[in-house]
């Protein structure tokens, strides 16, 4: 059973970082695509970053140069790593898997940035 599970969310005051990581267990077949979503109160989920099997990486204008997607292969583990925090920020982040039969996602974590 593949189960993606998520650390390193927090409080952080602007302009502060923070590194999220995903761990996977379990075999996924056909990875087709692996990053990160976000969902702030009210809103949307929405694509933060993700990296591809044809090895691109793509990023949200929001978050472009500040947060950079990273994964090892060989440990079955994702990070995010988020800088020059803003108060827009602010949300649950999720890990997913896009993977050939279907689509697996973390159960998420709280990232607050306030001062």
């Known amino acids: 059973q593949v189960q993606l599970v998520e650390s390193g969310g927090g409080l952080v005051q602007p302009g502060g970082s923070l590194r999220l990581s995903c761990a996977a267990s379990g075999k996924i077949y056909g990875i087709k695509a692996m990053g990160w979503y976000r969902q702030a109160p009210g809103k949307q989920r929405v694509l933060v970053a993700n990296?591809?099997?044809?090895?691109?990486?793509n990023y949200a204008d929001s978050v472009n140069g500040r947060f950079t997607i990273s994964r090892d292969n060989a440990k079955n583990t994702m990070w995010l790593q988020m800088s020059s925090l803003n108060p827009e920020d602010t949300a649950v982040y999720y890990c997913?898997?896009?993977?050939?039969?279907?689509?697996?996602w973390g159960q998420g974590t709280q990232v607050t940035v306030s001062s």
């Open positions: 997913y898997v896009n993977g050939f039969w279907r689509d697996y």
């Open positions: 990296t591809t099997s044809d090895g691109s990486t």
